[in-house]
């Protein structure tokens, strides 16, 4: 069965650090691997979608940038976080399977 | 208007009670549709999906009516496990995007 990790689950960073989670997945190849995003009270927001290594489309234009260096590996970084960038990240496997997400909280 | 719209709640319930959901979708070309369940602090994880002659699954039943492009999902017998957010999903039949709607919140009470 496929099986998504995400790291870390909690991560507490100061305004204008950069940013690196990790998203990858166990039991499949060549999925389909999308980052969601989701501020306090609100709904799930698509930030990119990859079909295939080095294939990032992005949904929402911000300080986030996505790579997939590896099949089953969907990074999402960022230089410079903003506060704005606080939410809950969550790494899916065909768009609606998820990990188990990580809090980001800046400072 | 907004793609998905849900009744944010929450809904203080008894437990046993019967409860529903309506969610709202804008896109007629919608073709998927499903309802999710997220805990708190919790990843959202599939309820059920919803197809278009309505579904039962134990408690559960989903009902989808595309003319009035709505979904809906009912729950008979709260239990107080069944206290989360629900939330109301679609998908169109191109492209690779999930639509989340922004949830309805249960709390099921002793």
């Known amino acids: 069965s496929q099986t998504i990790h995400q790291w870390p689950a909690t991560l507490v960073q100061p305004v204008g650090s950069p940013l690196s989670l990790e998203c990858t997945v166990e039991?499949?190849?060549?999925?389909?691997l999308y980052w969601y995003r989701q501020a306090a009270g609100r709904g799930l927001q698509l930030l990119f979608y990859s079909v295939g290594i080095g294939q990032i489309s992005s949904e929402v234009p911000q300080n986030l940038s996505a790579s997939r260096p590896q099949d089953r590996q969907f990074i999402l970084s960022s230089k410079k976080l903003l506060l704005s960038d606080s939410g809950f990240y969550l790494c899916?496997?065909?768009?609606?399977?998820f990990g188990s997400g990580t809090r980001l909280t800046v400072v | 208007r907004k793609e998905v719209e849900q009744d944010p709640g929450p809904f203080n319930v008894p437990e046993g009670a019967t409860v529903a959901f309506n969610c709202t979708y804008s896109n007629s070309a919608s073709q998927s549709f499903f309802w999710y369940r997220q805990d708190c602090r919790k990843e959202p994880k599939l309820l059920m999906s919803v197809y278009s002659s309505g579904n039962e699954d134990g408690r559960f039943t989903a009902q989808l009516n595309r003319a009035s492009q709505y979904i809906s999902l009912l729950i008979r017998d709260s239990k107080l496990s069944d206290s989360a957010t629900y939330l109301c999903v679609l998908k169109g039949n191109y492209g690779q995007n999930f639509v989340f709607g922004p949830g309805t919140r249960l709390s099921v009470l002793p």
């Open positions: 899916a496997w065909d768009g609606y399977t």
């Open positions: 039991g499949t190849s060549n999925p389909n």
